[in-house]
């Protein structure tokens, strides 16, 4: 009888230690959950901040007029790419017309769910009448950014449209967060 009741209880414990660690796994997994979920907010967060930035500048292009080119290079294929053209100085004020350049830079890499990919970061230069300065540079989480002229046909003054997609990696979680839009700024429709 005495030999039952310890092994009652050495089962009981048993049991008892494996419904604890069960119940650690589940936790562990609950928080790990909710850091992908701060991770991807994040990400989200910058990638708003981005858009925000590029949406106000392209929707602008072009405010000096059909006489004036809008988009004066476009090289989105090279090993910088980079993009430069006439748009409103600030869109939140009346403001003069700036010249904008935006360089895509490889700055690292991240590990995705699909493999290893480049991580790059946005540089939006503003001609001050002198040189180009720094006015913003993005988060260095880029993992995806095209800018296409459309029509595509190789001259930039028949440029209407611009199909825009970006994506930013948010850590640890294996999916990006996308930002994709076609604008149709109205001074390049007008043109």
């Known amino acids: 009888m005495g030999f039952q009741v310890l092994q009652d209880h050495a089962l009981s414990l048993i ?3 494996g419904v604890i660690l069960m119940l650690l796994g589940v936790q562990t997994g609950t928080q790990q959950s909710s850091i992908d979920a701060a991770f991807r907010y994040d990400a989200n967060q910058k990638s708003y901040g981005l ?3 590029l949406g106000r500048d392209l929707a602008n292009i072009g405010l000096d007029g059909p006489a004036q080119p809008a988009i004066l290079s476009l090289d989105w294929t090279g ?7 006439v748009t409103l100085g600030d869109t939140t004020v009346a403001a003069a017309s700036a010249r904008v350049r935006y360089q895509l830079q490889t700055v690292s890499s991240t590990l995705c769910a699909d493999g290893t990919r480049p991580c790059y970061q946005l540089t939006r230069y503003v001609h001050d009448g002198t040189a180009f ?7 260095p989480t880029i ?3 095209t800018i296409s002229p459309l029509p595509s046909t190789g001259n930039l003054d028949d440029v209407r449209t611009l199909d825009v997609t970006l994506q ?5 979680t ?7 839009r076609v604008l149709t700024p109205p001074n390049l429709a007008l043109r």
């Open 143 to 145: 993992t995806g950014l």
């Open 133 to 139: 300065q720094i006015a913003y540079t993005s988060p």
């Open 168 to 172: 930013m990696e948010a850590p640890n």
């Open 79 to 85: 090993p910088a790419p980079s993009f430069e053209f």
């Open 174 to 180: 294996g999916t990006p967060v996308t930002w994709d």
């Open 15 to 17: 049991i008892g230690g």
């Open 51 to 53: 858009a925000d930035v």
